[in-house]
């Protein structure tokens, strides 16, 4: 009798049971959580608080790109407080980017879509050609004016004349030229001739009178060019959209005018000279905050003439014979400046670059510093 709680106790003892779980809460008196040991606890300065300060001198450096300032104010936050989650991911992309790799790629990256416009040898050549023309134009001009009889006298002036202009085209280039200082000299000399010769029918001149303005003009037109390519050294698409913004606004002035009933002449001519002056100035100005090239310029005077057709084709194909020129003088005018905007529009992104600029460079890659290849560029 005495025996048999004792043997029912280590029955019940034997039984088997339900396995410990290894999430079961601990209570907390129990005797194995006062076993186990404490979680190591990461060794700081008592100042570790004071690193974050640090921390945000260091992100705000490595935004500006001063990439030093940034790894000396990281690596300060990472002596203060090693358990700092993002100050060593960023202090070694500050040393990757002072490495030669990174910094010839952020220079990539850096570099103007549109660079500048560097000399070439087309550019010489076509001033040569323009200015020789000028030249022996300003030489028979000359001998009109100073009453030379001989025809030999003609040609030998010319001669003289075209040689003067291909020499100091020459000589006067022999840094270099590039393309939109050729084209703003030989622009100059060409709006000069056609001032000059305005300038006969708004002044009413003749005779030696109507020669030397036509000399004049083109002398003095082609003195602005050569101060304007010097000291606002243009670019050859900023001077085809200056070019076309006189020569559309003369002729869209013109055909306008040719609507009214009246034979002034000399007020026609004048009012031409003011606008194409008008036209030249705004769109000189304008191209100075605007990146366009010569390509984009020929496809919307392109838009221009086609729009301008098509103005007076439709009315022409709508009214036939039977409506007056001046309807047909106003379409063609609203056909121009139709055609000029809508090419202007549908050509906004051609001067856009064909692929993006992209660098492959070596760099050290991952947290053990590897090396591999990195490519960098802008899409």
Same mark, same amino acid.
Request: with cysteine; glycine share 14%; net charge negative.
């Given at each position: 009798?005495?025996?048999?709680?004792?043997?029912?106790?280590?029955?019940?003892?034997?039984?088997?049971?339900?396995?410990?779980?290894?999430?079961?809460?601990?209570?907390?008196?129990?005797?194995?959580?006062?076993?186990?040991?404490?979680?190591?606890?990461?060794?700081?300065?008592?100042?570790?608080?004071?690193?974050?300060?640090?921390?945000?001198?260091?992100?705000?450096?490595?935004?500006?790109?001063?990439?030093?300032?940034?790894?000396?104010?990281?690596?300060?936050?990472?002596?203060?407080?090693?358990?700092?989650?993002?100050?060593?991911?960023?202090?070694?992309?500050?040393?990757?980017?002072?490495?030669?790799?990174?910094?010839?790629?952020?220079?990539?990256?850096?570099?103007?879509?549109?660079?500048?416009?560097?000399?070439?040898?087309?550019?010489?050549?076509?001033?040569?050609?323009?200015?020789?023309?000028?030249?022996?134009?300003?030489?028979?001009?000359?001998?009109?004016?100073?009453?030379?009889?001989?025809?030999?006298?003609?040609?030998?002036?010319?001669?003289?004349?075209?040689?003067?202009?291909?020499?100091?085209?020459?000589?006067?280039?022999?840094?270099?030229?590039?393309?939109?200082?050729?084209?703003?000299?030989?622009?100059?000399?060409?709006?000069? $001739?056609?001032?000059?010769?305005?300038?006969?029918?708004?002044?009413?001149?003749?005779?030696?009178?109507?020669?030397?303005?036509?000399?004049?003009?083109?002398?003095?037109?082609?003195?602005?060019?050569?101060?304007?390519?010097?000291?606002?050294?243009?670019?050859?698409?900023?001077?085809?959209?200056?070019?076309?913004?006189?020569?559309?606004?003369?002729?869209?002035?013109?055909?306008?005018?040719?609507?009214?009933?009246?034979?002034?002449?000399?007020?026609? $001519?004048?009012?031409?000279?003011?606008?194409?002056?008008?036209?030249?100035?705004?769109?000189?100005?304008?191209?100075?905050?605007?990146?366009?090239?010569?390509?984009?310029?020929?496809?919307?005077?392109?838009?221009?003439?086609?729009?301008?057709?098509?103005?007076?084709?439709?009315? $022409?194909?709508?009214?036939?014979?039977?409506?007056?020129?001046?309807?047909?003088?106003?379409?063609?005018?609203?056909?121009?400046?139709?055609?000029?905007?809508?090419?202007?529009?549908?050509?906004?992104?051609?001067?856009?670059?064909?692929?993006?600029?992209?660098?492959?460079?070596?760099?050290?890659?991952?947290?053990?510093?590897?090396?591999?290849?990195?490519?960098?560029?802008?899409?």
């Amino acid at each position: 009798m005495f025996l048999a709680p004792f043997v029912l106790a280590v029955l019940v003892a034997a039984q088997p049971g339900s396995p410990a779980r290894d999430d079961a809460p601990v209570p907390p008196d129990s005797a194995v959580l006062r076993t186990m040991p404490s979680p190591p606890l990461v060794e700081g300065p008592p100042e570790a608080c004071a690193a974050e300060s640090d921390y945000l001198a260091g992100f705000d450096a490595l935004v500006r790109g001063e990439d030093a300032q940034a790894v000396e104010s990281l690596e300060r936050v990472q002596e203060a407080c090693p358990q700092h989650p993002y100050a060593p991911e960023l202090a070694r992309l500050a040393r990757a980017r002072l490495t030669p790799g990174g910094r010839l790629a952020q220079e990539t990256l850096a570099r103007p879509v549109v660079s500048e416009e560097g000399t070439s040898r087309g550019a010489r050549a076509s001033l040569t050609i323009v200015q020789t023309l000028h030249g022996i134009t300003q030489g028979i001009l000359l001998c009109e004016i100073a009453g030379c009889d001989d025809s030999r006298a003609f040609v030998a002036v010319s001669l003289l004349g075209g040689g003067a202009g291909a020499a100091a085209a020459l000589l006067l280039t022999q840094g270099g030229l590039t393309p939109g200082q050729a084209a703003a000299i030989n622009s100059g000399t060409v709006w000069g $001739f056609g001032y000059g010769l305005a300038s006969i029918s708004s002044f009413d001149l003749d005779g030696d009178n109507a020669l030397a303005s036509v000399m004049v003009g083109a002398a003095g037109f082609t003195g602005l060019g050569v101060l304007i390519a010097e000291f606002g050294n243009p670019t050859a698409g900023q001077v085809s959209l200056t070019n076309s913004g006189g020569l559309w606004a003369g002729v869209i002035a013109g055909l306008l005018m040719a609507t009214q009933d009246t034979n002034e002449t000399r007020t026609f $001519f004048a009012i031409e000279q003011v606008v194409v002056g008008g036209g030249l100035i705004s769109m000189a100005l304008l191209s100075r905050n605007l990146d366009v090239s010569r390509g984009r310029m020929l496809l919307i005077d392109s838009g221009g003439i086609l729009g301008g057709l098509t103005g007076l084709s439709a009315l $022409f194909l709508l009214l036939g014979d039977d409506a007056n020129s001046e309807v047909y003088l106003v379409g063609t005018a609203t056909g121009v400046v139709a055609g000029l905007a809508a090419t202007a529009f549908l050509t906004r992104n051609f001067d856009a670059p064909d692929a993006p600029a992209v660098t492959i460079v070596p760099a050290a890659m991952g947290r053990h510093g590897g090396m591999g290849l990195a490519m960098l560029g802008q899409f």
